[in-house]
């Protein structure tokens, strides 16, 4: 396994357990432990780190380690803004070129999404990083690779938020598991109804703001 897909390897582990909340609040990451852990060197483990801080994940705490960056009410007020900018700026270009077999498969994924609902609640995670999944799948017939990687970024942020602050609770108390709102963005899109399809997406984009509004003095600007 070359340094580089090792590292990836590290970062993964590290990125999901704290989302998960794995470690517990203001847990001091430190290399040596981590490398023990994932029984890796000291390098590895130490760059996934460095990445981990430029994404203001973890914060280098000199001679202690690596501190958890918490979330807060203005932290996911700019999420959900540039969330938005993001995904309704190619919105338009999408509806105009997307293809019909892309248009297919976002069908049959979502589909099944709504067939696992029906078998029963999914847990928060999986439901989660298949509402990733389908937006950044979606953002991606845009063909600009950058701001669909800026997306996916944005979006497993907001998912670190939910996670801080309502993991410990019931999942149907605070996320929407339903995807027909997917279905329906899809088939305006189908329609090139670009009205209707800006709408729906903003919708599913704002939701997650009503889940701290109350809790965190919650403030948009």
């Not at 517990?24 to 130490?46: H, M, N, Q, T, Y």
């Not at 297919?104 to 609902?117: G, H, R, S, Y």
């Not at 999944?133 to 497993?156: K, M």
């Amino acid at each position: 396994m070359s340094q580089d897909t090792l590292k990836q390897r590290i970062y993964n582990r590290i990125l999901e357990e704290i989302v998960t909340k794995k470690y517990p609040v203001d847990c001091i990451l430190k290399e040596k432990e981590l490398s023990e852990k994932f029984g890796a060197s000291r390098a590895p483990v130490r760059e996934a780190l460095i990445e981990l801080s430029k994404e203001n994940i973890v914060k280098s705490i000199p001679r202690a380690g690596y501190r958890i960056v918490h979330f807060t009410a203005k932290d996911i007020s700019e999420a959900m803004e540039l969330r938005l900018i993001l995904e309704l700026s190619v919105l338009d270009t999408i509806i105009g070129s997307i293809r019909r077999e892309s248009l297919q498969k976002l069908f049959a994924e979502v589909e099944k999404n709504i067939d696992l609902m029906h078998r029963g609640v999914i847990p928060p995670d999986v439901w989660w990083n298949n509402n990733i999944r389908f937006h950044v799948a979606l953002n991606a017939e845009a063909g600009n690779s950058l701001l669909t990687s800026a997306l996916e970024s944005v979006l497993y942020r907001l998912w670190r938020a939910i996670a801080q602050f309502f993991w410990s609770g019931n999942s149907e108390d605070y996320l929407d598991l339903e995807p027909n709102k997917h279905l329906v963005l899809l088939r305006a899109i189908e329609e090139k109804n670009s009205t209707e399809a800006r709408k729906i997406l903003s919708e599913d984009t704002v939701s997650i703001r009503g889940l701290f509004e109350g809790r965190l003095s919650f403030h948009p600007k």
